[in-house]
């Protein structure tokens, strides 16, 4: 009985959440997510850190239909007081929708039928009673597959190999050699496609993984510096400077305010989920036991 209860209570607490998508729209969506109204009044203010990432927002309540680009800066919000719901673009996935130049949607949000023309007009999910986060989603996806708005195909295949191949820390040029671009044609598409340039972009995707290990620290050994390790720095004040950057807090400020108003509230467990085949603590023991052996001598 005392587990039911406990379950109730975190449920009534969590504002943030996030789906897996459907197969159909797997190729240029990452996640759904929800943001729910916080009727206890005790998750407060949250912060929003730049992932390089658009999103096709949705208000069930009637707000409607907006493509949000990605941002530049951080930003502290307050809890809403009406359920949002909206699907994380890939890379590129925003551009499928009218093949137009998405740096223009740096830090802006704009009408779906503004953006993506008139296919988009009257666009209206059906919603069933009772109104829930997952049903919401549900009903956006559903309401894309029926009108075949979105592909399930990668939607730009130059940008998502490079994509793959910067998120595995490659290096841009290498990157660009690869594709039989140059750096500055890599860039031009990148800023068309994703509305970021290539190097941005890796930074972004960098510490999205930074994010996804901040948990460990305090609950186990791992530091900061072993954090960096992990996630491909070159080494700690790189962390350290991004993170200042990227969220306006040093990584122990951010830990600390996330153990104070995001983990007990939020639910990441999709959007920073581990890629398959990263090993981040197997690269922390490696750079111990080099770090001993360095010692030693």
């Not at 707000?63 to 949000?68: D, T, W």
């Not at 809890?79 to 499928?96: H, K, M, N, Q, Y």
């Not at 296919?119 to 996806?141: G, H, K, Y």
């Not at 467990?269 to 001993?292: F, H, Q, Y």
Request: glycine letters at 8%; aromatic letters at 6%.
């Amino acid at each position: 009985m005392e587990r039911d209860v406990r379950t109730r209570m975190i449920d009534e607490t969590v504002t943030y959440r996030e789906f897996c998508v459907r197969q159909e729209l797997a190729g240029a969506f990452s996640c759904g997510w929800a943001a729910l109204p916080d009727p206890t009044g005790v998750a407060g203010p949250s912060r929003s850190i730049p992932n390089g990432c658009d999103d096709l927002v949705w208000h069930p309540t009637g707000g409607g239909l907006f493509v949000r680009g990605p941002s530049s800066v951080p930003a502290v919000s307050g809890p809403t007081d009406e359920l949002i719901v909206g699907l994380r673009f890939r890379p590129s996935g925003a551009w499928a929708m009218c093949h137009a130049p998405i740096v223009a949607l740096l830090d802006q949000s704009v009408g779906a039928e503004v953006f993506a023309g008139r296919r988009w007009r009257r666009f209206d999910p059906v919603m069933r009673e009772p109104i829930t986060a997952s049903s919401a989603v549900d009903a956006l996806q559903t309401a894309l597959v029926d009108r075949e708005l979105m592909t399930s195909d990668p939607v730009d295949l130059v940008v998502a190999r490079a994509v793959e191949a910067l998120s595995s820390n490659s290096h841009v040029r290498d990157v660009a050699d690869a594709e039989c671009y140059s750096d500055r044609q890599l860039r031009r598409r990148f800023l068309q496609v994703v509305g970021l340039s290539p190097k941005r972009l890796q930074g972004l995707v960098r510490f999205q993984r930074v994010l996804a290990l901040l948990p460990l620290i305090g609950a186990t050994t791992m530091t900061i510096g072993e954090v960096a390790v992990a996630t491909g720095y070159c080494d700690q004040a790189s962390l350290v400077h991004q993170c200042r950057e990227l969220s306006g807090l040093t990584p122990s400020q951010l830990v600390s305010e996330f153990r104070r108003t995001c983990w007990p509230h939020h639910d990441h467990s999709i959007g920073l989920a581990l890629p398959l085949g990263w090993r981040p603590l197997a690269r922390v023991t490696d750079w111990r036991r080099a770090s001993m052996s360095t010692s030693g001598e």
